[in-house]
């Protein structure tokens, strides 16, 4: 087995990394909206890359490598699309819902409200007629003046929007290019490894290739388990749009709590118009609260923490972080990115170990026992 080179910590080289490292944070936020939609792209080649390579061997070398490009990223795409199109029927059915059901809902909420507010010995009249004539004449406004409304919000957020729309087009196109040169980016990135470390190199990518498939295979079990959870849920309580809610919630807990708020609101709307009860309230309180405690003791824990080592406050540091350093997009990168982190920690910890700063003082207590002796 070869040896490793040893580590010598001396002030000058911590404080030479410590200045690489604080110019290297001080870049990524200084470009992190520019960074982020490559990040990404990035994240996403290094899942499909392996897909690339299983259909390349399967249809030989007389098809070029670049259909096989393609196609797996057309998959990617059609994945995508297929989730946010299991928004569509539930907002087909709910509109015609939400138009029928408004005005009843706040006759009711006023006529519950009114009655508390005066045994409480407050003044107070809520009249729901002007908010309700409003949301009725938005809720029945047609689809030119809806599309008005859409162009000049647009312009007003121009900027929002045209970042929202460049990344939709540009993480695509640079996922296109990793993957077709996906091996000759590694391989620059490789040369660069000094040949005394290489062997180190070696062993920490493959270690974090280990955890990274690890945590991408954890996190696809979870989310394949969440979503038949949640629509047989709430089939049971006898939502209508139970299996696309249902199905929408457990593939999209992959954007931690953003998609789980999001499932949750659906199925109380759903719920609301439907049953017009307290009968949502409860459907939604059993169903999504069991999924929580099922997602944060059982398969999130099992599937996905104890593969990768992650204690759950480093989650939701993790989260926070990369949240405020990268938006949204940072949210999504916080897991994997962090399970490298914790690979790298781990081999600093050891190299922290293995170092003279570390064992120094206990050889040299050593060596003054054995003179005194």
């Not at 989310?223 to 929408?248: R, S």
Request: aromatic share 8%; proline share 6%; net charge neutral.
């Amino acid at each position: 087995m070869p040896q490793r080179p040893s580590v010598t910590f001396t002030p000058q080289r911590l404080a030479a990394w410590a200045g690489v490292a604080l110019a290297l944070m001080g870049v990524l936020w200084l470009l992190a909206p520019v960074l982020a939609p490559f990040g990404v792209a990035a994240m996403l080649a290094y899942a499909l890359h392996p897909m690339v390579r299983r259909l390349q061997a399967v249809m030989g070398a007389r098809v070029p490598a670049i259909v096989s490009v393609v196609l797996v990223e057309l998959m990617a795409l059609v994945a995508v699309v297929g989730l946010a199109l299991l928004l569509v029927p539930v907002l087909v059915r709910e509109w015609p819902l939400i138009q029928q059901q408004i005005p009843l809902l706040m006759d009711r909420l006023q006529n519950s409200i009114n009655p508390l507010l005066t045994q409480w010995g407050l003044n107070i009249s809520l009249d729901m007629g002007s908010l309700k004539a409003q949301l009725m004449k938005y809720l029945s406004a047609n689809r030119e003046d809806l599309l008005d409304s859409a162009l000049s919000s647009l312009k007003l957020g121009g900027s929002v929007a045209m970042a929202v729309l460049g990344n939709a087009v540009l993480i695509p196109v640079a996922l296109f290019y990793l993957l077709s040169d996906w091996d000759r980016v590694v391989g620059s990135v490789v040369v660069l490894v000094p040949p005394p470390w290489r062997g180190r190199y070696d062993t920490f990518m493959h270690e974090c290739d280990l955890v990274l498939g690890q945590y991408l295979r954890g996190q696809l079990l979870v989310m394949l388990a969440l979503a038949v959870f949640y629509a047989m849920g709430l089939a049971l309580f006898g939502l209508e749009l139970a299996l696309p809610i249902g199905v929408f919630t457990g593939l999209a807990v992959f954007v931690p709590y953003l998609g789980f708020g999001v499932g949750l609101l659906l199925a109380l709307l759903a719920g609301l118009l439907q049953f017009a009860s307290l009968k949502a309230l409860v459907m939604v309180g059993v169903v999504f609260g069991i999924g929580q405690l099922v997602e944060s003791f059982v398969l999130t824990p099992r599937l996905v923490g104890e593969r990768i080592g992650l204690h759950p406050l480093a989650v939701i540091f993790a989260l926070l972080a990369f949240g405020q350093l990268l938006g949204f997009i940072g949210v999504l990168m916080a897991l994997p990115a962090s399970a490298v982190l914790l690979v790298a920690l781990r081999r600093m910890r050891q190299d922290y170990f293995d170092s003279d700063l570390y064992s120094a003082p206990a050889a040299a207590r050593t060596s003054e026992g054995t003179d005194a002796a």
